[in-house]
């Protein structure tokens, strides 16, 4: 009885969060950085958007990794999201390829912009020469690793440490080619840290109202950049995004701490959008849009309203034919299935997981696979009630010899849609995933109500009914 009672205590609790989670007008979670509006994510299939392609943008002979591939899918979609694009997905297709739908979207443009540019910053002595904004260098990273590793103990010359990059001979110089046309070539300046230096980077606002862009770096680097700012004032610090100076300040006093700004002519959108890539990292390699385009819902409103016709037809279905085979057991195991349902859905919004239409048909097939336990359940108490066995000792003897078919066959829907997931990730079949994410889910869930739930409502309600007594609220 005790452990009916903390079963049922535990049943109603759930019950009780998932009826919150698919109010209507629920507020969300806010709980720190964890952030969840809990509303239904469709998409791109039922509610439209944008898809992208992007290519690596590599030079000729250079080759992409599939590690880079995987690597840049990942900051892609860490950069979409901070910049407040939810539900977008992003996959790797062929060698050099990775595609990227953005549900509910129409003009991409700024976000396109972010996500295709390397986002490698560099802070660049100068010395005495002013670069302007937009101006483009290279930039040579040899010296930089001596200074890293001075700063962290290792031995090196000691004059590494405190040169003062100064560009090279060749910036200033210029090239004539056969036909007589004159062109200056690019400066090149010896990197003194890079952005991978950079934490706790957030977006300020100065009280003139020009943004700017304020961190702390790592200890090591604090170092070396104490080092520099101590030795070289009033000399110019160039910091370049992807080969071009965005803002090049002078030094005017040691910088021991390790924190600073970042100044130029940001606007709030172009300094969020610099934040966000210095936050979560340089692409392993350059990409160019090589496609985009508007989608329109293809299927959309008139398929989700037939999906959840279907999805009412089929629970009604399966609500009648238990009524009518198990009786009250029956009813017991379609309140159970009215767990399930509202349990699944509240758990794709929590998570939130992206609603397709194979997404949504894994989910109204989970519904016929959620009865399969109480059938196996059902059958064997009918059993132990025909050899002569009480409902208590029925419904503890039905459950423990169903459960070895019960785990089985769950096992065996489980490895099929783990399958389906790998294969989807591979070879880019999103729609495949989908099917098996609300699938799997389904089975989780179906297990809960069906060996914790139902379980529990049944020893609620029959454990003091006597079957003889009321032969017709049982299956024969």
């Not at 809990?38 to 992007?54: A, I, K, P």
């Not at 001075?150 to 910036?171: D, F, H, K, L």
């Not at 862009?213 to 200890?219: A, L, R």
């Not at 794709?348 to 336990?373: E, H, N, Q, R, Y």
Request: hydrophobic share 45%.
């Amino acid at each position: 009885m005790n452990r009916n009672l903390r079963l049922l205590i535990i049943v109603l609790v759930v019950w009780a969060l998932v009826i919150w989670a698919n109010l209507p007008n629920n507020p969300g979670i806010h709980i720190g950085k964890f952030d969840r509006t809990m509303e239904t994510q469709l998409g791109l299939d039922l509610r439209g958007g944008m898809r992208v392609l992007l290519e690596a943008d590599l030079a000729e002979g250079q080759t992409v990794t599939q590690d880079d591939l995987n690597v840049a899918t990942q900051i892609l979609l860490n950069r979409s999201n901070a910049l407040g694009v939810s539900e977008v997905t992003f996959q790797s297709t062929g060698n050099s390829r990775i595609v990227g739908e953005f549900p509910g979207l129409t003009d991409t443009s700024e976000v396109i912009a972010s996500l295709k540019q390397v986002g490698q910053l560099v802070f660049v002595p100068a010395g005495t020469t002013y670069l302007e904004p937009g101006t483009e260098v290279k930039v040579d990273y040899s010296e930089m690793t001596a200074r890293q590793a001075a700063a962290a103990g290792t031995v090196v010359p000691a004059e590494v440490v405190t040169v003062t990059p100064e560009p090279t001979a060749a910036s200033d110089a210029t090239t004539t080619d056969t036909t007589g046309t004159t062109t200056t070539e690019i400066p090149t300046y010896s990197a003194l840290l890079t952005g991978t230096a950079l934490k706790n980077i957030a977006v300020g606002v100065s009280q003139l109202g020009e943004y700017y862009i304020q961190f702390e770096m790592d200890e090591v680097s604090a170092a070396v950049f104490s080092d520099f700012t101590t030795n070289h004032q009033q000399e110019y610090l160039a910091i370049v995004l992807d080969n071009k100076v965005i803002s090049c300040p002078i030094v005017s006093s040691a910088i021991t701490d390790g924190q600073g700004v970042i100044q130029g002519t940001f606007t709030s959108e172009t300094a969020n959008a610099l934040a966000v890539q210095l936050r979560y990292g340089a692409l392993p390699v350059p990409f160019k849009v090589v496609e985009s385009e508007a989608v329109g819902a293809t299927l959309g409103q008139e398929s989700v309203d037939k999906s959840i016709l279907a999805g009412i037809i089929g629970l009604a279905m399966v609500v009648i034919l238990m009524i009518y085979f198990y009786r009250l057991p029956g009813v017991i195991a379609d309140v159970a299935l009215a767990m399930y349902v509202m349990t699944s859905f509240a758990i794709f919004k929590l998570i939130p997981v992206t609603l397709t239409l194979p997404g949504i048909a894994g989910f109204i097939l989970s519904i016929g696979v959620a009865v399969d336990a109480n059938i196996l359940i059902f059958e064997r108490m009918k059993e132990e009630m025909r050899a002569g066995r009480g409902l208590r000792q029925a419904i503890d003897l039905g459950w423990k010899r169903a459960w070895p078919s019960i785990r089985d066959s769950n096992i065996s829907t489980l490895i099929t849609c783990l399958i389906l997931f790998v294969f989807g990730s591979q070879f880019g079949a999103t729609i495949v995933k989908g099917f098996a994410v609300t699938l799997a889910i389904g089975v989780f869930v179906s297990l809960f109500t069906a060996i914790v739930a139902t379980r529990t409502f049944l020893h609620l309600v029959l454990d003091k009914l006597k079957f003889a007594e009321h032969p017709r609220w049982f299956a024969k």
